[in-house]
């Protein structure tokens, strides 16, 4: 299973848009030192869309934020397709996360000021990139907010601003899209639709998701379940349902005392 300990090679995976390799994330030290990932070797294929899981404080999120090059690592490498994140300074990370990563989070993060439409382009324009005009109508359609690219976000509800946000992510085609609970302030209805967008994103167009999410039913949309457990990645499923997501959950959570 790709998400167990493998052999690090030299040569870079030709099939993994983000890997990590033997990743340690400590924060603080001495008595007040907390270890939250302890030696990570895990892959995320292209075209894929995996979701991360784990009990609270398993370093689920810290993984994704390590990935994503949003924090450090004490030790070990992650790599973004060939790219290897921790070898980059400021400003190469800030290249990498506008050119090859796109973010989704519980927070939608639009401007208020800004139309759904200037939201989405907001990212390529600062970096002075234009959108291809068929893949952004494509992203518009597939999203389904054709008849509110004029609105600002207080006129959107809360699926449609989170779509706003997908369509941000996934119009300038990333290397890989990470997204941090992504339905967590939506109801279940809109969850759905959102959920439903970012499988098709990846079945349809061959888009990389990575998601961390809580809940058993969004990580169903998922090709593939990897779970951790006090920084270490203990589990994994394929072609996950919501009843065997939630029973691997059940034993994790057991097998940790909570």
């Known amino acids: 299973m790709t998400a167990t300990a493998a052999t690090a090679t030299a040569a870079p995976s030709t099939t993994a848009a983000a890997r990590a390799e033997g990743v340690w994330k400590v924060y603080g030290s001495g008595e007040a030192q907390v270890t939250a990932l302890r030696g990570v070797n895990a892959e ?13 404080g398993s370093g689920k999120s810290t993984l994704m934020h390590c990935l994503a090059g949003l924090d450090s690592v004490t030790r070990g490498e992650v790599f973004i397709g060939d790219t290897e994140v921790t070898g980059l300074g400021d400003a ?7 050119d090859k990563v796109g ?30 005009p068929e893949w952004y109508r494509t992203v ?21 601003q989170q779509r706003v946000a997908c369509a941000r992510a996934l119009v300038a085609r990333p290397e890989v899209i990470f997204a941090d609970e ?13 959920l439903g967008f970012l499988r098709d994103s990846v079945r349809d167009y061959g888009q990389t998701i990575v998601m961390v999410t809580h809940d058993p039913n969004a990580a169903s949309y998922a090709d ?35």
């Open 44 to 56: 995320f294929a292209r075209g894929r869309f995996t979701a991360i899981m784990g009990p609270s």
């Open 92 to 98: 190469g990370l800030t290249r990498l996360r506008r």
């Open 103 to 132: 973010f989704i989070f519980q927070q939608f993060n639009l401007l208020p000021t800004l139309t759904a439409a200037e939201n989405i382009l907001l990212p390529m324009s600062i970096a002075g990139r234009k959108p291809d």
């Open 140 to 160: 518009i359609d597939t999203v389904g907010l054709g008849d509110r690219l004029g609105h600002r976000p207080t006129q959107l509800s809360g699926g449609q």
């Open 182 to 194: 992504p339905t967590g302030n939506l109801d279940s209805r809109a969850g759905a639709e959102v």
């Open 224 to 258: 593939r379940v990897v779970f951790l457990a006090d920084g270490e990645i203990v589990d994994e499923l394929a072609n996950p349902t919501a009843a065997s997501v939630l029973e691997t959950m059940k034993r994790l959570d057991g097998s940790a005392g909570v």
